[in-house]
């Protein structure tokens, strides 16, 4: 019973180290709006 939950444990902490690590790599990517796309306005009225 000592083993299931200390393997139990191990796999939770694992769990968790890896949702922070994700987490802290997704707040360290630089997000980029494109600009916006000129459009012709007297192509498409014709």
Wanted: hydrophobic content about 45%.
């Amino acid at each position: 019973m000592t083993l299931l939950i200390t393997i139990s444990i191990l796999i939770v902490l694992a769990v968790l180290l890896v949702t922070i690590w994700t987490t802290v790599k997704a707040y360290n990517v630089k997000h980029t709006i494109d600009p916006p796309q000129e459009t012709r306005s007297d192509s498409k009225n014709q």
